[in-house]
């Protein structure tokens, strides 16, 4: 049996993405309110209350760059997401490198291992957020990330998901897309 509740955001688990954005003076956001929208053209949306700091920062540049970082880095994932930009130099209080861009001004996260570099396409007003969604212009993968074949080897990535206030790891590998699909002749 099923117990009904409140509407809420019940969706889990989501990524937990450090967003640089700004290229005067950059700033970093922890967002959860983040995912994937698109495939071709590759898009990615991000929520921002209209009151964040980083909001205007995108309002105003039109880009940003959605950083993963590894679960060892939740530390620095926290703290980024509980104060203001406004107040604080994150890059340096978290003692982050700033990366240029390959297609944005905004700077990459030199320790996160993936940053996809985005140039916002819409922006939606959806009530407490406004939802910003970018095409993903390009990709910087940490080198140390890429497995024998080329392609990224997400174990090494250490991710790192949102469940309701909690960060949680991802450990264990469990199948791959297609692995249940029935097979001809069989159940």
Request: aromatic share 6%; proline share 9%; hydrophobic share 40%.
């Amino acid at each position: 049996m099923k117990i009904v509740k409140a509407p809420s955001t019940a969706l889990y688990p989501v990524p937990v993405v450090l967003v640089s954005c700004g290229s005067d003076r950059p700033n970093l956001i922890t967002l959860a309110w983040a995912g994937t929208v698109c495939s071709d053209p590759p898009s990615i949306a991000i929520a921002i209350r209209p009151s964040r700091h980083s909001h205007d920062l995108i309002v105003e540049s039109g880009e940003f760059v959605v950083n993963l970082p590894r679960a060892s880095q939740v530390g620095l994932v926290d703290y980024c997401g509980q104060v203001s930009g406004r107040d604080v130099d994150k890059w340096a209080a978290c003692e982050l490198t700033p990366l240029p861009g390959t297609q944005v001004h905004t700077p990459v996260v030199a320790e996160c291992p993936v940053s996809m570099e985005c140039r916002v396409v819409h922006r939606l007003t959806l009530g407490t957020h406004d939802l910003f969604i970018g095409q993903v212009l390009a990709v910087q993968v940490d080198e140390a990330l890429l497995g024998e074949t080329g392609r990224p080897d997400y174990a090494r990535a250490e991710p790192l998901a949102y469940v309701g206030g909690e960060y949680w790891g991802l450990e264990a590998l469990l199948g791959r897309y297609g692995d249940w699909r029935p097979r001809p002749g069989t159940r």
